[in-house]
């Protein structure tokens, strides 16, 4: 085992000048996340300095059999955690050959709301705040848990430290170090409320750059919930019953909202997003009715508010906020297992160009 690790751990800078690239893009559910890697002749820091590549579409729910070939494009680069040195991992978006995104491409559409021109004037800020629960292996149910049974009722767990408290906080540590690494923004995390369920924080970071770092993050977490054996679950609710649910809310400032009397044009951005509320939240992630109950710091799904720390409302304007006439709201609908892009982006239409 010793050798393979050494193996695994061997510095390339010491004999080649090659590197490591892995591609990562999102899969036909919307939520796999694919990756493979590719050799490079050197160290490669602009993404548009990087090759397209391909992969077989009908092996992903992307492409069909006869005409399978799907194009990857380099969109952002980022330090490899796992291989180091100069080695990198690419987030990419996918085409067909012909160059038109594929359907499941939601980054395409995101990408041309934020080049705006209005848009981009307004330099939107992102704080996303990722809910996720850690699973056992190979049965459906969270760790920590007793298989079939449950553990003690919700309250002890919420930044709670203990062994009988704080379950995986080896993986979430080995997280948040993985990711600093990487180079991606993210400003925190804590336990949640129900055992075995975590958050990580990413942001403030700028328009497209919130998308990309989020999956970047996910797929992080995925690779070293598989090294250490254990599933991640995205499910906006993966315990029925009287137990909190995993969300991905939205933490959202523009420049005029972060200057002298910018509480207003938050409340004005407010009016709009409720305005909107049905079409939001038919793009806030699968599964969300289960979350959206008017329980466990919800607001009911059908039905839109907001208010000055409000855990239980739709959108949350902190007292920080209010007290200062300026700064920033957090939209809590989105779904733990939402697409970054898409929500980042749809708020911006809504609040900027709508």
């Not at 939520?31 to 090759?51: E, Q």
């Not at 995925?222 to 009287?242: A, Q």
Request: some cysteine; charged content about 20%; hydrophobic content about 35%.
């Amino acid at each position: 085992m010793s050798l393979l690790s050494d193996l695994v751990n061997l510095n390339l800078s010491d004999t080649t000048k090659q590197i490591i690239a892995e591609y990562i893009w999102i899969g036909g559910s919307g939520m796999d996340i694919r990756s493979k890697a590719r050799t490079l002749p050197g160290p490669v820091t602009d993404p548009s300095k990087l090759p397209k590549w391909n992969y077989d579409g009908s092996s992903t729910g992307q492409a069909a059999g006869d005409d399978s070939e799907v194009i990857l494009y380099p969109q952002a680069i980022f330090r490899d955690p796992f291989r180091r040195g100069n080695n990198i991992l690419v987030m990419c978006d996918a085409y067909t050959p012909a160059g038109n995104p594929i359907p499941t491409n939601k980054r395409h559409n995101a990408a041309k709301i934020f080049s705006n021109s209005k848009v981009a004037s307004e330099e939107p800020w992102y704080g996303i705040e990722q809910e996720y629960t850690l699973m056992q292996k190979g049965v459906n149910w969270p760790i920590g848990w007793p298989v079939g049974g449950f553990p003690g009722p919700q309250g002890p767990y919420y930044c709670g430290v203990g062994a009988d408290k704080a379950i995986g906080r080896d993986i979430v540590d080995a997280h948040y170090k993985a990711c600093l690494y990487a180079g991606i923004s993210i400003s925190g995390v804590n336990g949640e409320v129900m055992p075995g369920q975590w958050e990580f924080q990413v942001g403030p970071v700028e328009g497209i750059s919130a998308g990309d770092q989020v999956w970047i993050a996910r797929f992080l977490l995925e690779r070293i919930t598989e090294i250490s054996g254990v599933n991640v679950s995205f499910d906006p609710k993966p315990v029925p019953g009287d137990w909190n649910g995993a969300g991905a809310h939205c933490n959202y400032s523009t420049k005029t909202m972060r200057n002298t009397g910018g509480l207003a044009v938050i409340k004005k951005a407010i009016e709009k997003l409720q305005g909107k509320h049905k079409q939001h939240i038919a793009a806030y992630g699968e599964g969300n009715e289960r979350r959206l109950t008017g329980k466990h710091e919800t607001a009911d799904i059908n039905t839109f508010s907001w208010g000055v720390a409000n855990r239980g409302a739709s959108v949350r304007v902190g007292r920080d906020t209010e007290k200062e006439g300026k700064g920033y709201f957090g939209d809590r609908r989105p779904a733990s297992n939402m697409d970054p892009y898409v929500v980042t982006s749809m708020i911006a239409e809504t609040t900027i160009l709508g």
